[in-house]
């Protein structure tokens, strides 16, 4: 019987191909197998050219693979192969149900390496050139979903920071305004949507937190809302 | 009289040469001059031997270079040089002063652009294995700093989202948990403090709120503090 493989989960970052990680880029061109999400484009697919690609691709309102048989296909994967690869987009640590992967294969004894990558909330400040955070105006950020688990409540409370970003935010984030302007922060309070960030198809919205509470237009991508103070456009800013 | 030159806001990553992306490694490789921080390494500045390289070091409780200075660097670089880039630890948009060096480039009518890189938080998730979002468990993070500026409150409210992820926490963390005990969070949350994040010297330390609130032994480098339910080692975790 031959040893099990080493299972690497790997950040693919927000999209562009060149925004993944130069060892997330090595290992990818070591691996034998690469899982990869729906989000992980066929340009980055390219980085691994001579490996086995299993599609798991998991994307709101559309079929994909269920959880428990993503982490059955890991390891199985790591029984049969030595370098086995899961690309997820963004970062695995934050929104990517890691922790469900790893548990997976711990209790299998297997051997895991994590190699973080670029969330999308930090390519949707690059993008927009508006930093999160600013000096005497907003030092903290929070980043959470609307996504709903079985037995968890709908709506918990929105988070108190001084700017907040709404993952998998396009159907969700109009709601997430009505309750920010109920609990009395101010209409006119800025707001960028970024949707397909990153990508040749990039979409830049501007508006206030009133007019995220009168819903956006259907996004076809994946929608990053990112709402504060400190997307406050520039006195000079380009575009 | 030449064109002004562009300048690149470039994220380095937590601090590993290749944690950095691809996009911010080829234009490393053909920058004309790098201003770049303290805690970027002479390891990741060999990426960029071609170029005059300019410290503009700043770190906690050591002298550095003024922020207006830098600004007025930045300026004066980009009046000599055609492709200047200017290298931050982690995510430049993530507490790193960069609305204040794109108002000062901006009202000379240089362009920008900036390329983000993987933030402090999301390379220590990815180093100790803990994913900051748990299905069921932890849907929000927050990512905030303690440091004051002029003029702020120096204890502004602590974030109420089920993971907390304080940078530059060295010394204020005691104090930090010592509110959320006070508001009411259980005294075995589990912590996880992580020193050097991604380097040769990285150190792991794993401990509970009331822990964290006797205070953390006297760190040399930079100390990011990670505090929730998503902490919580998982039983067949290895180390």
Redesign the interface.
Known sequence: MTALGKVYLI?A??G????????G??LLGEAEVVLYDALVTPEMLALCAQATLISVGKRSGQRSTAQTVINQQLVECARRYQRVVRLKGG??????????E??AL??E?I??E??????TA??A???T????????IA???????S?T????PDH??L???DTLVQYMGGREAAATAARLLAEGRRPDLPVVVVENCSRADQRIVRLTLTGLANGLDDAQGPVLVMIGE?LQQ?P???S
Chains 1, 2 share one sequence.
């Not at 050139?129 to 005497?136: A, E, N, S, V």
């Open positions: 950040g970052g927000p562009a191909v060149d925004l993944i990680t130069m060892r880029a090595r970062d695995p640590m934050l929104f990517g149900r890691a922790d469900e790893l548990r711990e209790a004894g051997e895991v994590v190699v973080p990558g670029v969330t930090l390519a400040a690059a993008a050139k508006q930093p999160l955070t600013r000096r005497g030092r903290s950020v929070a980043f959470f979903t996504s688990a079985p037995g968890e918990p409370a988070p108190a920071t400190a520039r000079q800013q380009a």
